[in-house]
């Protein structure tokens, strides 16, 4: 399991506009992508523009080359991208593992 964590400054004023393109594109475009698990949304507390997206994949393949590589990820932008201040910042993590004798 894959998480993506993108945290994505949106322009001013837009947060409910947003909101809503995320869900939608979370519904039509993101939940038919192979590989995909789950998806959260968090607004930052101290910016009011900034969000933070985790989204769960079954393998990193799965979000680079079979979403990113797609025909769904233009799709994806199309719907959220226009709120864009700025270009994402993503970053994928992987659970750490404790180094053997650890306890």
């Known amino acids: 399991m894959i998480k993506e964590i993108a945290q994505v400054e949106i ?10 393109a995320v869900n939608l594109a979370v519904a039509q475009v993101l939940a038919t992508a192979t590989g995909f698990v789950a998806f959260e949304v968090y607004k930052s507390v101290e910016r009011e523009n900034v969000f933070m997206f985790e989204i769960q994949w079954e393998t990193l393949a799965d979000h680079t080359i079979g979403f990113r590589e797609s025909e769904l990820f233009p799709k994806w932008r199309a719907i959220i991208g226009p709120y864009f201040a700025s270009p994402p910042q993503v970053e994928h993590w992987g659970r750490a593992q404790p180094a053997a004798g650890a306890e």
């Not at 322009?11 to 809503?20: C, H, K, W």
């Open 11 to 20: 322009l001013p004023g837009q947060s409910a506009d947003f909101l809503a």
